[in-house]
């Protein structure tokens, strides 16, 4: 098909909406890698097309509204003195603004409370963000240190837990074995307590150095684990 | 309101080019809708086609009341433009060239005439139909393609005379 610079310009805009059908759109592109003249004809077309797509939609001004409601329904009623001051009442305490009041000042006062600031005397410079850092620093690391103590604790007394769980369910088979090593198997025992079965013993000498050791990182649990140490002695 | 008005105020501004006028453009427009509503009829194609329709009439108006200023700012025009032109290789980024583009662009599109300028806005940036741009102009959709043709191709031209070129 013989085609023309007149015809690559008249079927421009079919060929760039894909309007064209597929022998014209061989003849254009034919004709057009061919051409000298038509070759930027097109690529700038096109570069121009790709820079009219890319222009940004615009906001609308902000008062364009406002002035378009003036000008066709008129200018709105402008309310002062008391009655402005009522209008805004009635504003405020719709239940959205109250609830979200309360809110933030809910939270503010979790803030404060947690920046360490003392509300029985409260001091201006409590409130100086750098003491408000300091204080929170100081609170979080309070915390931070009391929820490892109590995790530790937690930890130690499910592991006795565990042990006394442990040697109860012991066979009792073995209740007649005796480990040579105890010292308690010796005889000629002149202390005039009644000897205790080899079973208790091992278990009261292999307690002790963890009860003690637990007495010492364990404050709270010292009375109930000394008297605890006391008794596995008497035996 | 909100939707059409962002709608019509981008059509005046990439008509016009200028933001206050097409401010005020826009609020003439929603004026005039609002005094001669009751003449819409729906065999007028949509509401948002009937809208373009009124504000292309204003805008045409526009055009021809301003025509005289137009002629003796043409010069003051084409300063900023070469101004434009001599700081791209100062600003290599690449938003910033795309923000420059959409400048020269927009100059470009301000400079042709007022009957390709309208149809390559609306087949271009509104993305009407063909059928929808011939009820707004009232010509044939022959005339339609016709003048989104040329507006197209005029454009490019333009942008290659302002040293826009494509990379």
């Given at each position: 098909m013989k085609w023309t610079c007149e015809q690559t310009e008249l079927y421009l805009t079919d060929y760039l909406d894909g309007a064209l059908a597929d022998d014209l759109r061989h003849a254009f592109d034919a004709h057009v890698n061919a051409c000298d003249r038509c070759t930027p004809l097109v690529s700038g077309v096109t570069h121009a097309l790709s820079g009219l797509r890319a222009l940004p939609e615009l906001e609308t001004p902000p008062r364009l509204v406002y002035n378009i409601l003036d000008a066709t329904l008129g200018p709105r009623e402008t309310v002062t003195g008391w009655a402005a001051v009522r209008a805004w009442i009635r504003g405020v305490a719709s239940p959205r603004f109250a609830y979200g009041s309360l809110s933030l000042a809910a939270t503010f006062l979790m803030i404060v409370t947690a920046s360490g600031f003392n509300w029985k005397k409260?001091?201006?410079?409590?409130?100086a963000p750098s003491n408000i850092y300091r204080n929170t620093n100081r609170q979080a690391h309070l915390a931070y240190a009391r929820g490892t103590k109590y995790v530790s604790d937690l930890r130690v007394v499910y592991e006795i837990q565990s042990r006394l769980r442990q040697d109860n369910e012991l066979?009792?088979?073995?209740?007649?074995t005796v480990p040579e090593?105890?010292?308690?198997?010796?005889?000629?025992?002149?202390?005039g307590t009644s000897p205790s079965t080899p079973r208790q013993q091992n278990r009261a000498n292999d307690a002790n150095p963890s009860l003690q050791v637990l007495a010492e990182e364990l404050p709270v649990l010292s009375t109930r684990l000394c008297f605890v140490l006391s008794e596995g002695r008497t035996r | 309101m909100r939707r059409h008005s962002r709608r019509i105020f981008n059509i005046c501004y990439r008509f016009t080019g200028n933001r206050t006028e097409a401010e005020d453009l826009s609020q003439d427009v929603f004026l005039r809708v609002y005094r001669t509503?009751?003449?819409?009829?729906s065999a007028h194609g949509g509401f948002a086609t009937w809208m373009t329709s009124v504000t292309r009439n204003l805008l045409i108006d526009h055009y021809r009341r301003t025509k005289r200023d137009r002629i003796t700012d043409s010069l003051d025009d084409a300063m900023p433009v070469v101004e434009n032109k001599q700081s791209s290789?100062?600003?290599?980024d690449e938003q910033a060239l795309l923000g420059e583009l959409s400048q020269q662009v927009q100059s470009a599109l301000t400079r042709l005439s007022p009957e390709l300028r309208e149809a390559v806005i609306l087949r271009d940036?509104?993305?009407?139909?063909y059928s929808e741009i011939q009820t707004v102009l009232e010509v044939p959709e022959g005339t339609v393609k016709s003048r989104i043709n040329r507006g197209r191709i005029e454009l490019a031209r333009i942008l290659q005379q302002m040293g826009v070129r494509p990379s």
């Amino acid at each position: 098909m013989k085609w023309t610079c007149e015809q690559t310009e008249l079927y421009l805009t079919d060929y760039l909406d894909g309007a064209l059908a597929d022998d014209l759109r061989h003849a254009f592109d034919a004709h057009v890698n061919a051409c000298d003249r038509c070759t930027p004809l097109v690529s700038g077309v096109t570069h121009a097309l790709s820079g009219l797509r890319a222009l940004p939609e615009l906001e609308t001004p902000p008062r364009l509204v406002y002035n378009i409601l003036d000008a066709t329904l008129g200018p709105r009623e402008t309310v002062t003195g008391w009655a402005a001051v009522r209008a805004w009442i009635r504003g405020v305490a719709s239940p959205r603004f109250a609830y979200g009041s309360l809110s933030l000042a809910a939270t503010f006062l979790m803030i404060v409370t947690a920046s360490g600031f003392n509300w029985k005397k409260p001091r201006l410079a409590d409130l100086a963000p750098s003491n408000i850092y300091r204080n929170t620093n100081r609170q979080a690391h309070l915390a931070y240190a009391r929820g490892t103590k109590y995790v530790s604790d937690l930890r130690v007394v499910y592991e006795i837990q565990s042990r006394l769980r442990q040697d109860n369910e012991l066979p009792t088979n073995n209740e007649g074995t005796v480990p040579e090593s105890s010292p308690q198997k010796e005889p000629g025992r002149t202390d005039g307590t009644s000897p205790s079965t080899p079973r208790q013993q091992n278990r009261a000498n292999d307690a002790n150095p963890s009860l003690q050791v637990l007495a010492e990182e364990l404050p709270v649990l010292s009375t109930r684990l000394c008297f605890v140490l006391s008794e596995g002695r008497t035996r | 309101m909100r939707r059409h008005s962002r709608r019509i105020f981008n059509i005046c501004y990439r008509f016009t080019g200028n933001r206050t006028e097409a401010e005020d453009l826009s609020q003439d427009v929603f004026l005039r809708v609002y005094r001669t509503l009751g003449s819409y009829r729906s065999a007028h194609g949509g509401f948002a086609t009937w809208m373009t329709s009124v504000t292309r009439n204003l805008l045409i108006d526009h055009y021809r009341r301003t025509k005289r200023d137009r002629i003796t700012d043409s010069l003051d025009d084409a300063m900023p433009v070469v101004e434009n032109k001599q700081s791209s290789a100062r600003r290599p980024d690449e938003q910033a060239l795309l923000g420059e583009l959409s400048q020269q662009v927009q100059s470009a599109l301000t400079r042709l005439s007022p009957e390709l300028r309208e149809a390559v806005i609306l087949r271009d940036l509104q993305q009407l139909e063909y059928s929808e741009i011939q009820t707004v102009l009232e010509v044939p959709e022959g005339t339609v393609k016709s003048r989104i043709n040329r507006g197209r191709i005029e454009l490019a031209r333009i942008l290659q005379q302002m040293g826009v070129r494509p990379s």
